[in-house]
């Protein structure tokens, strides 16, 4: 829904322009982002975004530190998808050194990837859905099921949010002998969940109003932006890394790219939770085929040293393409290491899409965006 | 309007489930064995002395360099009490700085320090920042008292993969040697 920008007739008042600050501290925007808006009444005709209040250098400390070390600063670049981010860059090193995992620890990293992915998605629905106007109770139904997930992972690693599991090589211990029952009782009760979320958001007419034909982004538009992941395919490309350039061993499993054919916000909307329900069935074929086995390479040394050389690994987080760069000198520092961030490219997109729409909308295009301001700063 | 309709469907069925919360400060969930919360220092009461030799290993390891660490003579060594010629004389951590990412006790070659898994090692408020830094005696205590049951100790990491330090393999050699 656009409005046009109306000049103001000779016998009206003059009107001007206003700048309103939302954030880097609003309730309404997500992380300390900060936007400057201008408006015409309650038009948005100009956007800037200001991004960098979270900088901490999570590129350049991991320089610092060996390839083990480097993992902990991963977890930290995205805390939704700290899975993704490990897999990208133990995949990334793991090419570098020439090293093969076991497949059982293949198969626990990608069960974990796409449990992290379903724990990210619903996180969006939660927050998005409070954007939107659900206040409260989309956000609850979605925390009872992301805490389910969070119990299965601490019994895994230990910690709730900084995992630090996986290693260049395979995984740091194995998983407890009951994971196979307690990941089936978990996918038990977010179907159970996803069904609530479908129930209260999908057809509703209120949120439908709100959503249907807001900030829409043709495929052409889409890929000239650089979107990737659940935007891009609310455009309508059909572009998963996970099928496009299938790293780890997702060449193993079924599962369909769900695509939206608007690319509008509630397109954004649709794409998420179809794929949580794809995600699932990839972790029950998973869990069917996961054998028994050894969970770290044969022969690892205790210190990493791959051979000179530059890596680019890209993996699908829940936000889109994330990547890392390395390039290795020999030593057991990387000696460059570069964070492609998903929401760092998706956000660019912003501006395009809120001018000619109301305030409040902006801020629902903001999150149908799912940004992560740890990895757009990094 | 059928769609609003379902929606209040779906309140009114959640409605009659069970709470999934717990009320926290007077009940407090099981944790997980692996639970991890902050390090803490084993007590070796064979030897009534503490497992950590002060080899500062952890400490290099430490992405964040929360330790500090220090090494001294060990008495009892001089007395025939004890097989280990050094041990630890000074150990702090910074737990406002601690990452809790685990690496200290998959480095660490004396099964020395484990992380808390008990709720101890998770609430951590102090009124002052100076106070987080944990001695010798606050990261002995637990493990001294008997209050840290069942800490998780499994091999990780390279340990896996076969991996032994070089010590330990000549050592081996030289037993098979020595009985061949």
Known sequence: MTVEHRAPAEHELDTIDININVGP?????????????????????????????????????????????????????????????????????????????????????????????????????????????????AFMYAFRDRETIQDLFEEVTGERMMYNYFRPGGVAWDVPDDFSE?????????????????????????????CRGLGSVSPEDAINWGLSGPMLRASGVQHDIRRAEPYSIYDRFEFDVPTGDQGDVFDRMYVRLEEMHQS?????????????????????????????????????SPRGEYGVYIVSNGSDKPYRHKVRGASFSNLSALRAMSIGHYVADVIIILGSIDIVLCEVDR | MLGILKAAATTVRAAFRKPVT??????????????????????????????????????????VDCMTVTMKDNPKYAEGKSTRKKIVDEFYIDYARCMRCDICVEVCNFDAIVMNNTW???????????????????????????????????????????WTPKNEKEEAEKKEGGEG
């Not at chain 1, 982002?33 to 038009?43: A, I, N, P, Q």
């Not at chain 1, 069935?281 to 205790?302: C, S």
């Not at chain 2, 997980?32 to 803490?40: A, L, M, Q, T, V």
């Open chain 1, 25 to 137: 501290q609003h309730p309404a925007t997500h992380g300390v982002f900060r936007m400057v808006l201008t408006v015409d009444g309650e038009v948005v005709t100009d956007l800037d975004p200001v991004i960098g209040y979270m900088h901490r250098g999570n590129e350049k400390l991991p320089e610092n530190c060996d390839y083990r070390q480097a993992i902990g600063y991963h977890d930290r670049t995205d805390y939704l998808a700290q899975f993704s981010t490990e897999h990208c860059f133990v995949e990334a090193v793991e090419t570098l050194a020439g090293l093969t995992a076991p497949d059982r620890a293949e198969y626990i990293r990608v069960i974990l990837a796409e449990l992290n992915r379903i724990a990210s998605h619903l996180m969006f629905f939660g927050a998005f859905a409070t954007d939107v106007g659900v206040f409260g109770t």
């Open chain 1, 182 to 210: 307690r990941t089936k009782q978990v996918l038990a009760k977010i179907n159970s969940g996803l069904n609530d979320l479908d129930g209260l958001l999908m057809d509703n007419e209120i949120v439908l109003a709100r």
């Open chain 1, 280 to 316: 699932v069935r990839i972790v029950e074929q998973a869990l069917a085929q996961m054998p028994e086995g050894p969970i770290m390479a044969e022969g690892m040394k205790r210190i990493l040293r791959p051979p000179a050389g530059e890596i680019y690994m890209r993996v699908e």
């Open chain 2, 22 to 63: 717990v009320q926290y400060p007077s009940e407090k969930k099981e944790l997980p064995h692996r639970s991890r919360g902050f390090p803490i220092l084993l007590w070796d009461f064979d030897k009534d002395e503490s497992f950590c030799t002060g080899c500062q290993v952890c400490a290099r390891y430490c992405p």
């Open chain 2, 120 to 162: 101890e090692g998770v609430e951590l408020s102090r009124y002052d920042r100076q106070d987080l830094v944990m001695d010798l005696p606050a990261l002995e205590r637990q493990s001294q008292s008997g209050e840290l049951k069942d800490p998780f100790r499994e091999p990780m990491g390279v340990a896996h993969s076969g």
